[in-house]
Nanobody
Framework: VQLQASGGGLVQAGGSLRLSCTIS????????LAWFRQTSGSDRELVAG???????RYSDFAKGRFTISKDNTKSTVYLQMDRLTTDDTAVYYC????????????????WGQGTQVTVSS
């Protein structure tokens, strides 16, 4: 299973970005997919996840601003990020595991490379 993330970049506070992650896997639709983020000196934390059944889970900081979605026909998961703040600056990672979203990074079997998101004030 391989994951390829894209879409990071530099944006001003209040702006938007959409991250994409394409997964090369058989039975893509059976995977739970998640976005984590990490800043230097901190642990990798869950941003949002979407299960095989399209059930979603968001961390509190993401609720109301971020939207996770997936397209099974394109084997791709998206993270739409709106009303970005400087606190959202981090490296964002996509991850996959079988069926259900989990909060902790150790429960994920597959990871993509990180994509940097920088929000300027």
């Amino acid at each position: 299973v391989q994951l390829q993330a894209s879409g990071g970049g530099l944006v001003q506070a209040g702006g938007s970005l959409r991250l994409s992650c394409t997964i090369s896997a058989r039975a893509f639709s059976n995977y739970a997919l998640a976005w984590f983020r990490q800043t230097s000196g901190s642990d990798r934390e869950l941003v949002a996840g979407i299960g095989w059944d399209f059930a979603t889970r968001y961390s509190d900081f993401a609720k109301g601003r971020f939207t996770i979605s997936k397209d099974n026909t394109k084997s791709t998961v998206y993270l739409q990020m709106d009303r970005l703040t400087t606190d959202d600056t981090a490296v964002y990672y996509c991850a996959a595991r079988w069926m259900f979203v989990e909060q902790y990074r150790g429960r994920y079997d597959y990871w993509g490379q990180g994509t940097q998101v920088t929000v300027s004030s």
